[in-house]
Nanobody, 121 residues
Framework: QVQLVESGGGLVQAGGSLRLACAASGRTFSLNAMGWYRQAPGKQRELVAT???????NYADSVKGRFTISRDNAKNTVYLQMNSLKPEDTAVYYC???????????????WGQGTQVTISS
């Protein structure tokens, strides 16, 4: 089994920054792909960004140029640096990790509990 624990959510003003972290434990050898999804009230969960163990990244168009995903393989931790935040970035952000990813999803993902990110205008 795999456990994912997120941290770093909170409330910031538009234009500000936040950094999310997600630490994985358990059977981490299987986690080639790690990343972040988000779900805003009344909307479907959407993929924000993914990163492979080798460092290949993928971003949703809505966050390109503002968010940066990174990964520390030694610590089994993935980060999401979020800059130039907008009110529409408000959502619960979920860490996900699994054996592989596509442009649209992390396949066979394990999930974290989610962390709230709120951007005030």
């Amino acid at each position: 089994q795999v456990q994912l624990v997120e941290s770093g959510g909170g409330l910031v003003q538009a234009g500000g920054s936040l950094r999310l972290a997600c630490a994985a434990s358990g059977r981490t050898f299987s986690l080639n792909a790690m990343g972040w999804y988000r779900q805003a009230p009344g909307k479907q969960r959407e993929l924000v960004a993914t990163i492979t163990r080798g460092g290949s990244t993928n971003y949703a168009d809505s966050v390109k140029g503002r968010f940066t995903i990174s990964r520390d393989n030694a610590k089994n931790t993935v980060y999401l640096q979020m800059n130039s935040l907008k009110p529409e970035d408000t959502a619960v952000y979920y860490c996900a990790a699994g054996p592989l990813s596509t442009a649209q999803a992390i396949i066979g993902a394990y999930w974290g509990q989610g962390t709230q990110v709120t951007i005030s205008s």
